[in-house]
T-cell receptor, first 113, second 109 residues
């Protein structure tokens, strides 16, 4: 969905490096999410935010941090990347309220060597 | 861990055959959402079910929510090559979202 964008789309980095993935949305949604996708494991929630400066841990937050300084932007950081963080990362947004559909960005393929 | 289990993990069908994927939970589900992810793409929302026994249809796709709200299914009638992709179920729990592992569908022309 062009309303949710992610940068970069692909990234190769080395173990121990700090890396930031960016997500921007023009949908005007309050809620934003970061997921990682691994083969056979589906999508697992890393962090989510319901408003500016609101941060909540998801299922697999260890090794990650996030920042929500503006409604339209939600960034994901890996402070010290490790090889098992190699995955496809998706950002998503939704309207306020439980159970609303999520709109996903195109994904960022991250490889940690 | 994941709250919902999806089966099968993979399904390969001949074009024109039917396809069904199942989503099961040991606890009562508050709701179920279904998403489709095309190869190389991102998940796209298909539908949400919230009521016990609910059945919804979208052209050749039929979605069902079990009477006990512990399972759900997605059935595709007469598959086409455009149906190729991975189908995920997901439950919204306490403002969190838990996805099943997905069923990857391939269709042979």
């Amino acid at each position: 969905d062009a309303d949710v964008t992610q940068t970069p789309r692909n990234r190769i980095t080395k173990t121990g490096k700090r890396i930031m993935l960016e997500c921007s949305q023009t949908k005007g949604h309050d809620r934003m999410y970061w997921y990682r996708q691994d083969p056979g494991l589906g999508l697992r929630l890393i962090y989510y935010s319901f408003d500016v400066k609101d941060i909540n841990k998801g299922e697999i937050s260890d090794g990650y941090s996030v920042s929500r300084q503006a409604q339209a932007k939600f960034s994901l950081s890996l402070e010290s990347a490790i090889p098992n963080q190699t995955a496809l990362y998706f950002c998503a947004t939704s309207r306020t309220g439980m159970g609303n559909e999520q709109f996903f960005g195109p994904g960022t393929r991250l490889t940690v060597l | 861990g994941q709250q919902v289990m999806q089966i099968p993990q993979y399904q390969h069908v001949q074009e024109g055959e039917d396809f069904t994927t199942y989503c099961n939970s040991s606890t009562t589900l508050s709701n179920i959402q279904w998403y489709k992810q095309r190869p190389g793409g991102h998940p796209v929302f298909l539908i949400q079910l919230v009521k016990s026994g609910e059945v919804k249809k979208q052209k050749r796709l039929t979605f069902q929510f079990g009477e006990a709200k512990k399972n759900s299914s997605l059935h595709i009638t007469a598959t086409q090559t455009t149906d190729v992709g991975t189908y995920f179920c997901a439950e919204a729990i306490n403002n969190d979202m838990r996805f099943g592992a997905g069923t990857r569908l391939t269709v042979k022309p």
